[in-house]
């Protein structure tokens, strides 16, 4: 059987780490692509040699030329300037328009049938910006944001409960923001509804709203760790878990950046929802029945995505 091809837009720290995941799991040939062409070759050829060793048999090449996309069966979209400390994602909307502006260039011109994984902050916008120009349709883009805030959701909750990451589910919907919405009464920890802990009495309410906030600043605390640069090790298996979704065609529930018409009173933004991944992309989009409360935090949390649009 023909091997996918996987184009990974961005050669930087997830772009890089991202040809290692895939790589490692033989999922396709790789095109590692960034204007920073010998950085990106470089890496090719580094992963190259290691997959001798893993070992795999998936072609790894890197450059600044476009054409090496061509015809990729995934895009992963990870160009762009990084987040810094006392830097919110709103301050890289205008670099990073352009940035995207190039990138949908490239994938209208070669790889125009592709599944296209946005990750470029703010990310809201900016897959809305890369579905605008790149003339895309709306099961053939998503950003990646709600897979990575709910492992993070998932990796605090955890540690407070002093359980298995692996027993632990969680959901969080909305924008990529500060004011994303981790939904408690949709998470679970060995089938247990969170809920029903805080009930139990082996979980405080003090407690689950200390995670809460933490996932919603979660990006900029190892911003603020880092120094320089910002998160690439979740965000490029996040990105995997999605791409792996659509190119085994596994129909993952998975909460994306999907385009919206109509579905939680949203029309035409991309906002983070409960999403089936399959072979033709975005399957479908699944409407949770929101209380009052979680409604009010989604409207706001959708406010600042229109503004930020």
């Not at 001798?52 to 090496?68: F, H, K, Q, R, Y």
């Not at 296209?116 to 099961?139: S, W």
């Not at 027993?167 to 809920?195: E, K």
């Amino acid at each position: 059987m023909q091997r996918r091809k996987i184009a990974l837009i961005g050669g930087g720290q997830i772009g890089g780490t991202l040809a290692l995941l895939a790589m490692q799991r033989s999922l396709g040939h790789v095109v590692l692509l960034d204007m920073a062409g010998g950085v990106a070759a470089g890496k090719a050829l580094d992963l190259s040699q290691m997959a001798a060793l893993v070992p795999s048999d998936v072609d790894l090449v890197g450059g600044d030329e476009a054409e090496g996309i061509a015809g990729a069966d995934v895009c992963i979209v990870t160009a762009g300037f990084p987040r810094k400390p006392g830097m919110d994602r709103e301050d890289l909307l205008q670099k990073n328009l352009v940035v995207m502006r190039q990138v949908a260039g490239h994938i209208s011109r070669y790889a125009p049938q592709a599944f296209v994984i946005c990750l470029t902050n703010p990310l809201d916008a900016m897959v809305y910006a890369l579905y605008k120009m790149a003339r895309l349709r709306k099961q053939q883009i998503v950003g990646m944001a709600g897979v990575l805030d709910a492992a993070r959701f998932r990796t605090f909750l955890a540690q407070q409960l002093g359980v298995s990451r692996r027993d632990v589910t969680a959901l969080v919907l909305g924008g990529h923001g500060d004011d994303m919405v981790p939904l408690p009464r949709f998470c679970s920890v060995g089938g247990i509804p969170v809920p029903q802990l805080v009930q139990m009495g082996l979980l405080q309410q003090s407690q689950l709203d200390a995670v809460v906030q933490r996932t919603r600043k979660g990006g900029g605390e190892i911003v603020q760790l880092l120094g320089t640069g910002s998160a690439f090790y979740a965000p490029a298996q996040s990105a995997l878990e999605m791409a792996e979704a659509f190119l085994l065609g596994t129909h993952r529930l998975l909460p994306c950046a999907a385009l919206l018409e109509g579905e939680y009173g949203v029309q035409g933004l991309f906002v983070g929802v409960p999403v089936i991944l399959g072979q033709q992309g975005v399957q479908k989009v699944l409407q949770l029945p929101l209380n009052q409360e979680e409604q009010t935090a989604f409207k706001q949390s959708v406010q600042s995505v229109q503004r930020t649009v």
